[in-house]
């Protein structure tokens, strides 16, 4: 017997050899095939059933949540004093969205239209679509700044025109009008007479454009042959730039269609993007680390840049002409309209524009948009987008129903889109993106301590258990010390991992 234990002990020494050559491998080969995974199941390919499934009808319930700032001095804005607003809602909106028409191309690009409806959530909402609300009235308001360079006599006749139709500078209507439109004798008569001056031939109202309606035509790459470009534009609407800005620059589209990004993020990667309600891409810088449901993410969030003007930041000259830096101006895109973009209570905007509202009180953690990813996959993982939609008003000379206006960039409404992973594709994430990887690297890290372990015991058996010594005996408590070697290896190798 004691000439057959050095052979155990051998055996057991190769044992724990084959184990730890085993776990090392499996930390060079396991990120490795996880990357693998994850290439494959990120390209759009019907065949990636969970992937392509999320990409083609988003899973997550999405929500517009709606603010509007009532007008609470009206009269005496007309005589030139200080807009007092106070903000009303939510009105929650469940948003549902669907890409039709999928077709693919042999250069690995994929087309679509995506289709999007609303329907209003009373138990979400602080509010009834029947809340009646004043916010300024932007069919005459507008349209006074943008005829204050016309002939005076036809300023004139479109004051005069107003009265007709009754139409003040300020409406007073509930939210569901206001919101997806209502009838309106005055745009029956500008599309009759002065046809393409505003965006609607039907009801009019701030987002009748967007109910049932499409985002128009992308087209982006699959990823099928190069995963970096996966999900990134390239074209919209049959173009490859936009018709709309000074520079080229500007009328650049970047970045991806807003819904998934290219994976294996870093913290220098940033999140471009193209929106067509918008008219223009934009570009979100990382923030920080954080853990949703467990799963690692990164947020990324808008920079002070931009909404910046072309004086503060160059590279925005070509979005001009530009006012207080904050406000992006989309005249270009809506019909020549006087209507500007900001983050919400012009947060992050020129500070003189609080100056001429009473009733703002812009802060990050309410009205700051982000994005979170999981950078491994590019998949949002909590997204909230914030804007504000501004009216810019003024007195305009022949058009009584502007009064004494004072030139001020109003704030008529901001809103949030949200939305965040829940329910069964929270699991599946937890599981296939942390847990499986996580059960890995301890089993590569495991199988190496116990391959340490069983060569140093084995070792010592061979040396303790020589023909020559074990004539007479194991040492005293050798099997104990060797227990204690065992436990004392597997805590180091624990606190290192």
């Known amino acids: 017997m004691a000439i057959k234990r050095p052979k155990v002990a051998i055996g057991f020494i190769v044992a724990g050899v084959l184990m730890v050559v085993f776990g090392t491998i499996m930390c060079f080969v396991v990120p490795l095939v996880i990357d693998d995974q994850i290439v494959k199941n990120t390209v759009i390919d019907p065949k990636n059933d969970l992937t392509y499934t999320m990409w083609k009808d988003i899973p997550v319930p999405f929500f517009m949540s709606v603010y509007f700032f009532n007008v609470l001095n009206p009269a005496e804005i007309l005589k030139g004093e200080k807009p007092m607003v106070e903000q009303r809602g939510p009105y929650v909106y469940r948003k549902q969205c669907q890409k039709e028409n999928i077709t693919f191309h042999p250069n690995g690009t994929v087309s679509y239209r995506e289709y999007r409806q609303y329907h209003f959530e009373p138990s979400m909402s602080a509010g009834n679509e029947s809340d009646v ?6 069919l005459v308001l507008g349209a006074s700044v943008m005829m204050e360079n016309l002939p005076y006599v036809l300023r004139l006749m479109m004051s005069a025109t ?71 534009v390239d074209s919209w609407n049959g173009l490859t730039e936009l018709p709309y800005w000074r520079t080229a620059q500007s009328n650049m589209i970047n970045g ?14 940033t999140l471009p993007f193209y929106s067509p309600d918008a008219c223009r891409s934009m570009e979100l810088v990382y923030q920080r680390p954080g853990e949703m449901y467990g799963i690692p993410l990164y947020r990324y969030v808008a920079p002070k840049t ?61 009205h700051g948009l982000f994005i979170d990813i999981h950078p491994q996959t590019g998949v949002p993982l909590n997204v909230s987008i914030r804007l504000q939609l501004n009216l810019y008003m003024k007195k305009v000379s022949g058009i009584t129903e502007t009064g004494k206006i004072s030139d001020v960039v109003m704030p008529m409404i901001w809103f949030e ?23 890995l690297e301890y089993l590569q890290y495991i199988l190496i301590g116990l391959g340490l372990a069983t060569i140093i015991v084995a070792a010592l058996i061979f040396i303790f258990c020589l023909p020559i010594k074990c004539r007479h005996g194991m040492p005293p408590n050798f099997f104990i010390y060797c227990m204690y070697v065992c436990m004392y290896l597997f805590l180091i190798l624990h606190l290192t991992v």
Request: charge should be negative; aromatic fraction near 14%.
């Open 306 to 366: 931009l909404f910046a003007n072309g004086t503060d930041y160059a590279p925005n000259e070509g979005f001009c002409p530009c006012r207080q830096s904050g406000l992006l101006n989309v005249s270009t895109c809506r019909h020549n309209s006087p209507v500007f973009i900001s983050h919400p209570h012009f947060f992050n905007a020129d500070p003189v524009l609080l100056d001429y509202v009473q009733g703002l009180n812009p802060s990050e953690e309410k």
């Open 162 to 232: 107003f009265k007709t139709f009754k139409e003040g500078a300020f409406l007073t209507k509930p939210v569901g009008e206001l919101m997806w439109g209502y009838d309106s004798g005055l745009v029956d008569f500008l599309n009759q007479y002065l046809p393409g001056m505003i965006p609607t031939s039907g009801k009019f109202g701030l987002f009748s454009e967007f109910n049932n309606s499409n985002t128009g035509l992308f087209t982006v790459f699959t990823g099928k042959d190069d995963i970096r470009k996966v999900h990134r």
């Open 417 to 439: 889109e949200n939305g965040y992973i829940d329910g069964p594709i929270v699991n599946t994430f937890h599981t296939n993106l942390v847990v499986l990887p996580t059960v």
């Open 133 to 138: 609300v004043t916010i300024p009235n932007m």
């Open 256 to 269: 991806t269609a807003g819904q998934m990004w290219p994976p294996f993020m870093t913290k220098e990667s």
